[in-house]
């Protein structure tokens, strides 16, 4: 079946701009996640929702960063007023309930210019 | 906080080399620690689930381990295909939902 898709898959930004990223979850899953890959670093944890709860948000950077998963599928992170430190892989997973494994999408690098 | 760490960063083997990969954890509360690989350009992919000590689990030329302060992924005659990163990710059971994962270990089997 289709897996956990997200686009772009590769964005610039120039600084300042803002920027959203998309992510489709597998069908069914309850539990979707994001998180913010460095290059050569495992993924940090930014946020996490169950259906459209987001149930902890403590690993957002800053007021800039949003996320929102309106009606429990599709889920969107909002970066406003892009900086150059927002360079990164944003990935997102989703899971059939919050404990279990997790399945990745294939990321959105995004260049902050 | 919760920590995890791994080691080594790196590891090239040749073809047919067994070896170990180990992750180190610091948690309080253990729900369930991950292995999972990562393919350049690529999101991480579940291999394993472990959750208490003792337990094992293997796929293929895989097997990972568990005791309560580390996991080791162990590989057996490793072929050029295994390259890649393996991270591992570990769940508490006061916040099942907030993951923290290691930083890798990036593995190159030679042929």
């Known amino acids: 079946g289709a897996g956990v898709s997200q686009s772009p898959r590769y964005k610039v930004a120039k600084r300042g701009q803002d920027v959203a990223l998309r992510c489709d979850p597998i069908?069914?899953?309850?539990?979707l996640f994001w998180y913010q890959q460095a290059l050569g670093q495992g993924p940090e944890f930014l946020t996490y929702?169950?259906?459209?709860?987001?149930?902890?948000k403590s690993g957002l950077p800053s007021d800039r960063f949003f996320a929102e998963r309106p009606e429990g599928s599709v889920s969107t992170l909002k970066i406003q007023r892009t900086q150059q430190e927002d360079s990164a892989v944003y990935l997102c997973?989703?899971?059939?309930?919050?404990?279990?494994?997790?399945?990745f999408g294939p990321g959105t690098r995004l260049t902050v210019t | 906080e919760d920590q995890v760490t791994q080691s080594p960063e790196a590891l090239r083997l040749q073809e047919g080399e067994s070896s170990s990969l180990n992750c180190s954890y610091t948690?309080?509360?253990?729900?369930?620690l991950f292995w999972y690989r990562q393919d350049p350009g690529k999101g991480p992919e579940f291999l394993f689930t472990?959750?208490?000590a003792g337990e094992e689990k293997e796929k293929e030329r895989l097997k990972a381990t568990l005791t309560k302060k580390e996991s080791f992924l162990h590989i057996t005659a490793p072929k050029p295909e295994d390259s890649a990163t393996y991270l591992c990710?570990?769940?508490?059971?006061?916040?099942?939902?907030?993951?923290?994962f290691g930083d890798g270990t990036t593995l190159t089997v030679k042929p």
């Open positions: 948690v309080s509360g253990l729900r369930g």
């Open positions: 929702f169950q259906n459209e709860a987001q149930l902890d």
């Open positions: 997973a989703s899971s059939l309930a919050t404990s279990n494994e997790q399945y």
């Open positions: 069908s069914g899953h309850v539990s």
């Open positions: 990710a570990v769940q508490t059971n006061t916040n099942a939902g907030k993951s923290t």
């Open positions: 472990l959750y208490s």
